[in-house]
């Protein structure tokens, strides 16, 4: 059994910073290419960064570069997105996403195979 397990989101001031997790079990984080997104009411949603299975290539999306960072912890099986300098179109739930092996790293996360519950972020003005 997969399972994904989101948790740290909350209410954060414009220029702030927050840090989610997600937690797994039933699959390896270290050998899987893994990625958060975000959706907001009424907007689509959002690929917003991601990590290679090897190597650690990163995507991010142009909206959070140099903003936010993905990592992993192989030995707690756990991924993160550090958030620095929030703004309020933030404000989203946030999802993690294990995914297919990508050649690409424009394409990683493109193709997802399990999700969490994600976790609400809310940034105030």
């Known amino acids: 059994q997969v399972q994904l397990v989101e948790s740290g989101g909350g209410l954060v001031q414009a220029g702030g910073s927050l840090r989610v997790s997600c937690v797994a079990s039933?699959?390896?984080?270290?050998?899987?290419?893994v990625g958060w997104f975000r959706q907001a009411p009424g907007k689509d949603r959002e690929r917003v960064a991601a990590i290679s299975w090897i190597g650690d290539s990163t995507y991010y999306a142009d909206s959070v570069k140099g903003r936010f960072t993905i990592s992993r912890d192989g030995g707690r099986n756990t991924l993160y997105l550090q958030m620095n300098s929030l703004k309020p179109e933030d404000t989203a739930v946030y999802y993690c996403a294990a995914c297919g092996r990508s050649a690409a790293v424009q394409t990683m996360c493109v193709r997802t195979d399990y999700w969490g519950q994600g976790t609400q972020v809310t940034v105030s003005s």
């Open positions: 039933g699959i390896l984080l270290r050998s899987t290419t």
